[in-house]
T-cell receptor
Framework: GESVGLHLPTLSVQEGDNSIINCAYS??????FIWYKQESGKGPQFIID?????DKRQGQRVTVLLNKTVKHLSLQIAATQPGDSAVYFC??????????FGTGTRLTIIP | GAGVSQSPSNKVTEKGKDVELRCDPI?????LYWYRQSLGQGLEFLIY????????KSGLPSDRFSAERTGGSVSTLTIQRTQQEDSAVYLC???????????FGQGTRLTVV
């Protein structure tokens, strides 16, 4: 069936360290993935996306890795800052273009 | 406007009353989504509109929930005979065919008392 899950519900990282948030998906037909950041009281905000014809994509301090063999997606945040504290969601498009979200990982940056 | 706009931002209603939540998507976006987010939880898909196609209503939790999208733009989510378990933040998002990234509004926080 269609599902997008996350390995850990919470993650704490020392400020300045790198963080990795993982996500697993079940439908190998999915061809487009997005990571969102949601701060308290706000709607999810687009961070970075990747299509299935890519393995890696980099943005500013963020990198998304896609492993289609094991259906795994990760978001790496480099040199974390207090402003990175938020809930992070991965999302995937399945064939009918309905965007399906994972359960989210709450990232806490420790000063 | 430049982004997805939702109104009201907060709504407190009595149990048993009907409520209407409004979403103004980004101009030109053909796809529109409604999600529900309970406190500390993930995003629960409710309904999806794409252009003139029949909406995907598979996420609506009961027949008390309905949504429409007029003229391919503004959408209204209606909850009839509200229950306390309907209390949540209702999020709307829109996207275009050319750019599949979905952009979210700030949400409507619904509290049923």
């Amino acid at each position: 069936g269609e599902s997008v899950g996350l390995h850990l519900p919470t993650l704490s990282v020392q400020e300045g360290d790198n963080s990795i948030i993982n996500c697993a998906y079940s439908n190998s037909a999915s061809d487009y993935f997005i990571w969102y950041k949601q701060e308290s009281g706000k709607g999810p905000q687009f961070i970075i996306d990747i299509r299935s014809n890519m393995d890696k994509r980099q943005g500013q301090r963020v990198t998304v890795l896609l492993n289609k063999t094991v259906k795994h997606l990760s978001l790496q945040i480099a040199a974390t800052q207090p402003g990175d504290s938020a809930v992070y969601f991965c999302a995937a498009y399945f064939g009918n273009e309905k965007l399906t979200f994972g359960t989210g990982t709450r990232l806490t940056i420790i000063p | 406007g430049a982004g997805v706009s939702q109104s009201p931002s907060n709504k407190v209603t009595e149990k048993g009353k009907d409520v209407e939540l409004r979403c103004d998507p980004i101009s030109g976006h053909t796809a529109l989504y409604w999600y529900r987010q309970s406190l500390g939880q993930g995003l629960e898909f409710l309904i999806y509109f794409q252009g003139n196609s029949a909406p995907d209503k598979s996420g609506l939790p009961s027949d008390r929930f309905s949504a429409e999208r007029t003229g391919g733009s503004v959408s209204t989510l209606t909850i009839q005979r509200t229950q306390q378990e309907d209390s949540a933040v209702y999020l709307c998002a829109s996207s275009s065919r050319q750019d599949s990234r979905a952009f979210f509004g700030q949400g409507t926080r619904l509290t049923v008392v």
